[in-house]
């Protein structure tokens, strides 16, 4: 199984909100963590992470990865290691 990421450097022009995705090339991980722990270190970068892919229609968008980036910082924050 696989996770793709997909993610910019850089902030779109208004008025587009988020980018054409066939025109990114995502990067690909073998686990949901290994995508989520790059995707937090792109994060930690101020990259904006847009999506990840994975199998079987799974999908996180935009917000629901900062949900997750946010529990992740707090919990660093809280015991000073993550999860």
Request: hydrophobic share 40%.
């Amino acid at each position: 199984m696989s996770y793709k990421v997909f993610c910019t450097d850089v902030s779109l022009p208004l008025p587009l909100k988020e980018p054409d995705f066939s025109k990114l090339v995502p990067l690909v991980f073998e686990s949901l963590d290994i995508a989520l722990d790059f995707a937090f270190g792109r994060i930690d970068r101020r990259d904006i992470v847009w999506k990840i892919d994975g199998p079987n229609a799974f999908q996180l968008t935009k917000s629901e990865i900062e949900r997750k980036y946010r529990a992740w910082v707090h919990s660093k924050e809280k015991t000073g290691k993550p999860f």
